[in-house]
């Protein structure tokens, strides 16, 4: 059995505590918001994501498995829920940044820090979303092969070669959008 440390809140909320679920959330909001942000790239949707996926798991925390992690139960019903939430609006928001850069002895680190982030972002967005999730979860978020395949819903061998295959089309996608450069970032 796993040791969980979520189990005594969960305990409390089903004693009838509801007070403890606020609690919870506080615990995991952050990162719920930051699986449906990667996944429908849209701030106020991502947010309103989150707390569908919150309700969600309170209504259902009955039936919760005690053998496996909250977390992983709660993180799998917000990536559904924003998988959801991007089939049923299934439009495109580009956001546009001013980036203004100040010039200082470090200025051309940060350049170029800046233009490789920018030219990521590019690529992953040419990326479908499994993909991008793949790549954000193990790369980004360092979950393990294990967790990622519990919060997609695919088995660890799955979601390995998914981040492989889709590491070997993000350097495509870098490739066309820099050219040779791309092999120094």
């Known amino acids: 059995m796993i040791t969980d440390p979520d189990l005594p809140f969960i305990d409390r909320i089903l004693s009838g505590e509801q007070s403890a679920f606020a609690e919870l959330i506080n615990r995991h909001k952050s990162y719920a918001y930051t699986i449906a942000l990667k996944i429908l790239q849209n701030r106020p949707e991502a947010e309103e994501a989150a707390q569908d996926a919150f309700i969600k798991a ?3 925390l009955k ?3 005690r053998q496996a992690k909250f977390s992983t139960w709660l993180y799998r019903i917000v990536f559904n829920t924003s998988i959801s939430y991007k089939r ?10 001013n980036t203004v850069v100040v010039y200082n002895q470090e200025g051309e680190s940060l350049l170029e820090k800046t233009d490789k982030t920018k030219y990521l972002h590019q690529a992953m967005s040419k990326l479908n979303e ?3 999730t793949a790549l954000s979860l193990f790369y980004l978020d360092e979950f393990s092969l294990d967790e990622i395949a519990a919060i997609t819903g695919i ?3 799955t979601a390995k070669v998914r981040i492989h295959r889709a590491r070997l089309r993000l ?4 490739k066309v959008l820099l050219n040779h450069e791309a092999l120094t970032l």
Request: glycine letters at 0%; aromatic letters at 12%; charged letters at 25%.
């Open 58 to 60: 309170f209504h259902n």
């Open 155 to 157: 088995p660890p061998n």
């Open 130 to 132: 499994a993909d991008r």
């Open 171 to 174: 350097a495509d996608e870098l």
């Open 88 to 97: 049923k609006n299934n439009k495109v928001f580009q956001s546009i940044e």
């Open 63 to 65: 039936n919760f498995n």
